[in-house]
T-cell receptor, first 117, second 114 residues
């Protein structure tokens, strides 16, 4: 596809359920990022992949959050035993290269809006 | 750690008015600075960027200058249009640690009326 796609666009879960959110980055993009955006706030970094390697997971809020990118393309963010505070928009972004301190553009997907009841 | 502070909204302007959205940052080293825009119902889009001090980013009539002495990257436009109504996010990317991650401000909603 032309851009980053995410699915589902909307997800409603009951507290305690597990959810899986999918991200399809732009073809050929090496870097992939997950961000969490709470209502009325800016996106906050969750985790970062370079190809299939998860190089930074310092933003994951708890061990209930898990992300993978097994073949260096599609990524899945999984949240176990969802809580109400997990309600947010989850954004995926990809970029072509890895540049240290550079300005390589990150392209964002439309996000998945997760509501935990 | 890195942080970005931007003026709170909403900002309401009449068409053709001058726009300024203030943004200041805290970071170690020499970050790259960005403005992203989110139009209603759409995803985040890069509006402009600057990678070093005194650089000016510009796009679609918007401008922002990287001021290291005041750690600022204020967004300006000389004459706003109704179609500029959106949420604007200031962001930085540091050059230490995980260099690629973006740190965002809380966003400023702009509403332009006729």
């Amino acid at each position: 596809g032309a851009g980053v796609s995410q699915s589902p666009r909307y997800k409603v879960a009951k507290r305690g359920q597990d959810v899986a959110l999918r991200c399809d980055p732009i073809s050929g993009h090496v870097s992939l990022f997950w961000y969490q955006q709470a209502l009325g706030q800016g996106p906050e970094f969750l985790t970062y992949f370079q190809n299939e390697a998860q190089l930074d997971k310092s933003g994951l809020p708890s061990d209930r959050f898990f992300a993978e990118r097994p073949e260096g393309s599609v990524s899945t963010l999984k949240i176990q035993r969802t809580q109400q505070e997990d309600s947010a928009v989850y954004l995926c972004a990809s970029s072509f290269r890895v540049t240290s301190g550079g300005a390589d553009e990150q392209f964002f997907g439309p996000g998945t809006r997760l509501t935990v009841l | 750690g890195d942080s970005v502070t931007q003026m709170e909204g909403p900002v309401t302007l009449s068409e053709e008015a001058f726009l300024t959205i203030n943004c200041t940052y805290t970071a170690t080293g020499y970050p790259s600075l960005f403005w992203y825009v989110q139009y209603p119902g759409e995803g985040l889009q890069l509006l402009l960027k600057a990678t070093k001090a005194d650089d000016k980013g510009s796009n679609k009539g918007f401008e922002a200058t990287y001021r290291k002495e005041t750690t600022s990257f204020h967004l300006e436009k000389g004459s706003v249009q109704v179609s500029d109504s959106a949420v604007y996010f200031c962001a930085l990317r540091g050059n230490t640690g995980t260099a690629s991650k973006l740190t965002f401000g809380t966003g400023t909603r702009l509403q332009v009326t006729l």
